[in-house]
């Protein structure tokens, strides 16, 4: 089954890199956005199967988009950062997404072995 991604994140450079490894992995980016604002509109607008989100955005947090999408239920939100998941505590797992990956260690296989 493929997977229809949205790649949420400020850095351009790890967006890119992001959607050639899902895109490796057989996902299908069908969008990219900078921020959590523009993350929303899009996130609203595709309604991808996975969001790949980053916890720190520029205009809020990953863990405010999660709770301002939490109506779209059949979407999995999977949370990454460049820093550790113990620096974010009880945030990740109260957050409503269905898991962390840091970005080193980002795969197709990491993303879907969060999915449900």
Known sequence: MTHTVLIV??????RASARA???AD??????????GATGLE???RLRPD????DVQLPDMTGFDVCVEC????????????SRDA???GSLIGSSGARGFVPKAELSGAAVVALLP
Do not use: C, N
């Not at 994140?9 to 790890?14: C, V």
């Not at 996975?50 to 989100?53: I, K």
């Not at 939490?70 to 990454?80: A, F, M, P, R, W």
């Open 9 to 14: 994140d400020d850095h351009p450079s790890f």
């Open 21 to 23: 490894i899902l895109e």
């Open 26 to 35: 057989g996902f299908t980016v069908v969008g990219e956005a900078e921020d």
């Open 42 to 44: 899009t996130l609203r």
């Open 50 to 53: 996975v969001v790949l989100l």
């Open 70 to 81: 939490g109506d779209l239920e059949t979407t999995s939100i999977v949370l990454t950062s």
């Open 86 to 88: 113990t620096d974010f």
